[in-house]
């Protein structure tokens, strides 16, 4: 039998493909902390989330940002400090901009010969492009979803509940990341992790300076602050979630002004109403 054996050769044993696949996870993650440019500290996933809180705490005092680090995480830009100094003074003229951009692009897609893109646009074109919108029209920026909301009721929020994160979770193992890190960002303003990440601008995500915009407003109002970032979602901390139905709902217009894609199968009485006791909000985007 071993003329078989050598003429075939030995069977190879099958490779599982889940173990191999947790195999790259793990050695991803393992250069992830490697190259990584500020302080980690390394906890257990099911412990992360107060330990962020602890961290975030002392950044408050000294200056940084805690924010989670996962698998899924990507590596920051080579020169990140630069991209932290981006100037973010008028959010709320940075939303305006982006909403007045998607309202013309929808507009222009409707209209053969005119040019798709809102930078190009003539000024008459885009007058004409907002002046149709309604919600906009009518209430400005942060109004533009309206229409979506406008048969939505009230619903009792469900319980208070403690910090958590979705993003600690791992689908895989169907329960926490056996290991993550929190780094310091070296930056006082959370929303500005999502410039040193350059979070954002692909497919129907905002670009970078909008999403930072989000956030600080979302700071101002709400206390939030982003804690944690992957390849494609983003999570905040909320510090004080809002207390009426009609600032939840004002609220929920923003979530889907910056992330429609994210709620476009959510039930939108139950999304409002867990806004008002949630203590972290998660987006997502393809």
Same mark, same amino acid.
């Given at each position: ?115 798709? @893109?809102?930078?190009?646009? *003539?000024?008459? !074109?885009?007058? +004409?492009?907002?002046?149709? $919108?309604?919600?906009? #029209? ?114 929920? @217009?923003?979530?889907?002004? *910056?992330?429609? !894609?994210?709620? +476009?199968?959510?039930?939108? $009485?139950?999304?409002? #109403? ?13």
């Amino acid at each position: 039998m071993r003329w078989l054996k050598s003429l075939f050769g030995q069977r190879k044993p099958t490779e599982d493909p889940q173990v191999a696949a947790r195999i790259r996870q793990e050695a991803d993650w393992q250069r992830l902390l490697a190259d990584w440019p500020y302080p980690l500290r390394l906890v257990p996933g099911a412990q992360a989330a107060a330990v962020w809180q602890d961290e975030a705490a002392i950044g408050a005092r000294e200056g940084f940002s805690p924010i989670i680090i996962t698998p899924g995480t990507p590596q920051l830009p080579k020169e990140p400090a630069d991209e932290a100094d981006t100037p973010i003074e008028a959010p709320d003229a940075i939303v305006d901009a982006y909403v007045r951009s998607l309202i013309y692009e929808n507009w222009a897609l409707k209209r053969p010969g005119v040019t798709s @893109q809102f930078r190009n646009a *003539l000024p008459e !074109e885009v007058a +004409a492009a907002l002046a149709s $919108n309604a919600d906009y #029209a009518n209430g400005g920026a942060y109004a533009y979803e309206a229409a979506a909301f406008e048969n939505t009721t009230e619903i009792p929020p469900p319980p208070a509940e403690h910090l958590t994160f979705e993003s600690l979770r791992s689908h895989e193992l169907n329960g926490p990341f056996p290991q993550l890190a929190i780094t310091r960002l070296p930056v006082a303003e959370s929303w500005r992790a999502a410039l040193l990440f350059q979070f954002g601008g692909w497919n129907s995500a905002p670009g970078p300076k909008e999403v930072a915009a989000f956030a600080r407003r979302w700071k101002q109002l709400h206390g939030a602050n982003i804690a944690c970032i992957t390849d494609d979602t983003l999570e905040l901390a909320v510090e004080h979630p809002p207390t009426t139905f009609e600032a939840a709902k004002r609220l929920a @217009q923003e979530h889907m002004l *910056l992330c429609g !894609e994210g709620l +476009a199968d959510v039930d939108l $009485n139950y999304y409002i #109403a867990t806004l008002r006791s949630r203590r972290s909000w998660f987006f997502w985007w393809d």
